[in-house]
């Protein structure tokens, strides 16, 4: 069977089996569901994972299937959901260790509140911004402090086409991207409910390329929101913009926007302050800093070579010519070459880091 069904239990039917669960209950059951899809597990793998409380016993497969068919009595499904969060915690705690925190910028902050108004109000709201500006993993980061099931964030394939738009919905929802065009976006409308954020983004997909019309796609999105009123939030670049003030047939989309943000083209100082402190550094200085740099030559020689730099200039050029997400790698590589060498990091490191890289680039 294709990766995307090895779980047999789809987002709608997870939808329906929530809808007869009691409100604690329907957090862990969606999580569940989640985390099969997105690890590519059956209901079985899932079971062979819990252990039944007050127990070292896992559940069975067959346990798990009739849990999530509607056939156990609430005294089983309210085992079942602290066995279920028994585990997320230990998931959360392992991913925790091995993954660098999420920095709450004040960019971040102002994408969190577009996402809350389009989830609270259930709005259609539109985010602006140039690439690599934080949009994406900043709308990722808050669809992950929700519980499982109240947001699905997709990424607009590229192209924008419909047919595309549909099997990456069926990929996130463990729905069979082989059915029906017709099955596949009555079921896709059926996995939401007003307490549903769906985020899209890299919206400019849709109408970017003259070769290729993507407006049935955001149509479709429209579509999800009217019918089932559920918070919609669409982030693309300058481009969707204009093509939301110029294009008639997205005359009822953008007619259904609110409060839409246009983000700034860098992050602000302060939240460039905040990237800096969190890889082991002090604010990047406005002037020179001599460095010098120790290579080895294939053959065992060493050279050593001194470069002169500027933080503060060399952070602004760098997010002016390729963006945030390619400063915030610097600083990384920084940090680790001297979490390597069991010494502190420093601008003297970054600006090393940045030679060796524009060297390997040349």
């Given amino acids: 069977a294709p990766a995307a069904t090895r779980f047999r239990f ?16 329907r957090a862990p059951v969606k999580w569940a569901a989640a985390y099969c899809r997105e690890r590519n597990l059956t209901h079985e793998d899932l079971g062979a994972l819990l252990l039944q409380p007050n127990s070292d016993k896992p559940y069975s497969g067959d346990s798990i299937y009739s849990s999530f068919t509607g056939r156990r009595d609430l005294g089983s499904m309210e085992r079942l959901a ?13 991913a925790a260790r091995a993954t660098s925190p999420f920095i709450t910028t004040d960019l971040a902050r102002q994408i969190f509140e577009q996402c809350d108004l389009a989830r609270r109000k259930q709005r259609v709201v539109f985010l602006f ?12 980061h808050y669809s992950l402090t929700l519980p499982p099931g109240e947001t699905c964030l997709i990424r607009m394939p590229s192209g924008g086409r419909e047919c595309d738009f549909l099997h990456e919905f069926a990929l996130r ?16 409308i059926e996995s939401f409910d007003p307490r549903t954020l769906l985020i899209i983004d890299e919206c400019e997909q849709c109408t970017d390329n003259p070769r290729v019309s993507g407006l049935a796609s955001l149509e479709f999105a429209r579509e999800i929101h009217d019918r089932r009123k559920c918070g919609l939030l669409l982030i693309g670049a300058a481009s969707f913009r204009r093509s939301l003030r110029s294009l008639f047939p997205l ?112």
């Fill in 10 to 25: 789809a987002s709608d039917a997870i939808h329906t089996l929530c809808e007869s669960l009691p409100e604690h209950l």
């Fill in 82 to 94: 602290t066995a279920i969060e028994t585990f997320r915690k230990r998931v959360l705690e392992t």
């Fill in 129 to 140: 911004g140039p690439s690599q500006i934080g949009k994406s993993s900043a709308a990722s």
């Fill in 173 to 188: 929802l463990g729905l069979s991207p082989n059915a029906t065009r017709q099955t596949l976006r009555r079921r896709i």
């Fill in 251 to 362: 005359e009822k989309l953008r007619l259904r926007g609110y409060r839409p943000l246009q983000l700034p083209a860098a992050p602000a100082k302060a939240d460039l302050d905040l990237f800096a402190k969190a890889f082991g550094l002090d604010p990047a200085q406005d002037k020179p800093l001599r460095v010098e740099i120790t290579t080895t030559t294939g053959n065992g020689h060493e050279s050593t070579t001194t470069i002169t730099g500027n933080p503060a200039r060399l952070q602004a050029d760098t997010i002016q010519d390729h963006g945030l997400g390619r400063w915030l790698s610097i600083l990384e590589d920084a940090s680790d070459a001297a979490h390597d060498r069991g010494v502190p990091n420093s601008w003297a490191r970054v600006l090393a880091t940045h030679h060796h890289i524009t060297l390997n680039e040349a």
